[in-house]
């Protein structure tokens, strides 16, 4: 299933279509290459640019460890209960696995940190300190099923996963974590996408955040003038 959706955002230049392409469920050791290239015969041609969900790739990577296999501890549990409704690490499960990969000390540092950063009016201290040990977990809160108490980590190599896509396609593509807060970020790219433009054209998280199966983005460009999506070859 796919359905066209024109990307109205004044930052974004008038002519990026998003098309968000549905697929069967991703299991791990997939071969997630040959499912994208399945998926977008007939939709996605060179020129365009495919925008494929983090999440997908990770699960195919086999980069996720069910919840229940996490014992949390009880600097996880104080932690967690104290953050936002939002944020990954209201999962104490999600928190102890960055306190195993970065330590106590550097976690509870971080608090306080944060904790003194509020009283002055700045926000997001913690994960400004924390860096990549939070960023690279996924939480499990609204995961599609069966992953839905999945903790997923951030997917190996996506460069490679982009080029090895392009090789197959002849489609550039990129590797996104984006999400319903307006937020886009490409984790990897083919050589010839422009990083900037790609997010900017998935601030609306066109993937969607529930139950579409919609793993695949195809961007495609329909204005006037030199596709902002792509570097023209020298």
């Not at 999600?94 to 003194?116: P, R, T």
């Not at 490409?186 to 010839?192: F, I, K, P, Q, T």
Request: proline share 6%.
């Amino acid at each position: 299933m796919t359905r066209a959706l024109a990307v109205n955002r004044p930052d974004v230049p008038t002519g990026v279509i998003a098309i968000p392409v549905r697929t069967r469920l991703v299991h791990r050791d997939d071969d997630l290459v040959a499912l994208v290239a399945d998926a977008v015969r007939g939709i996605a041609r060179p020129g365009d640019v495919l925008a494929i969900s983090e999440t997908a790739v990770a699960i195919a990577q086999g980069e996720f460890v069910p919840a229940e296999f996490v014992r949390p501890s009880r600097l996880a549990y104080a932690l967690a209960r104290r953050a936002g409704a939002l944020a990954t690490i209201n999962q104490p499960e999600s928190l102890q696995l960055v306190i195993d990969q970065v330590g106590q000390a550097k976690v509870l540092y971080a608090a306080v940190m944060h904790v003194l950063g509020r009283l002055r009016g700045k926000r997001g201290v913690f994960y400004e300190i924390m860096g990549e040990a939070i960023t690279a977990i996924d939480g499990y809160t609204g995961t599609l099923p069966p992953y839905e108490r999945a903790i997923v980590f951030a997917p190996r190599e996506p460069d490679a996963f982009c080029e090895a896509v392009r090789a197959r396609t002849g489609v550039d593509c990129t590797v996104v974590d984006a999400n319903d807060l307006e937020k886009a970020k490409v984790l990897g790219a083919s050589r010839s996408v422009v990083r900037d433009a790609v997010e900017r054209a998935l601030l609306d998280n066109p993937h969607g955040n529930s139950d579409e199966q919609t793993p695949i983005v195809v961007l495609k460009w329909r204005g006037d003038g030199a596709n902002p999506l792509v570097e023209r070859a020298a």
